[in-house]
């Protein structure tokens, strides 16, 4: 069976399937359409023994695990990063509070 008649009878059903996984309508797209990027890419290791939907639902529940792995790194590279930028504001607070009581100390003992 040729590709773009694939895409024909089973894009809608792929989305529909993805769809059920995320809330997100725009992810679903997404991911269905890299499922049937990746499905073109291995056509030609289709054997033809398992339905070819089962096959490009494999590869769409496949494609979806790989978001979420992908979205949950970003995820935690964004938190890792807010708590860097905590560090640093930490770092300057103490650094002005100690630069103050020096001050004040100094200035208390000068006089």
Not at 80 to 90: K, M, P, Q, S
């Amino acid at each position: 069976m040729e590709f773009e008649k694939i895409y024909q009878l089973y894009f809608r059903e792929v989305f529909l399937y993805v769809r059920s996984l995320t809330p997100d309508e725009v992810t679903a797209e997404e991911i269905a359409q890299e499922t049937f990027v990746k499905a073109l890419k291995s056509l030609n290791q289709f054997d033809g023994r398992k339905d070819i939907r089962a096959w490009l639902f494999t590869i769409a529940k496949n494609t979806y695990f790989s978001y979420c792995r992908r979205k949950k790194h970003d995820a935690d590279w964004t938190e890792y990063e807010n708590i860097v930028d905590v560090r640093i504001y930490f770092t300057s607070i103490c650094r002005m509070l100690c630069a103050r009581h020096c001050y004040n100390y100094y200035t208390y003992k000068n006089n």
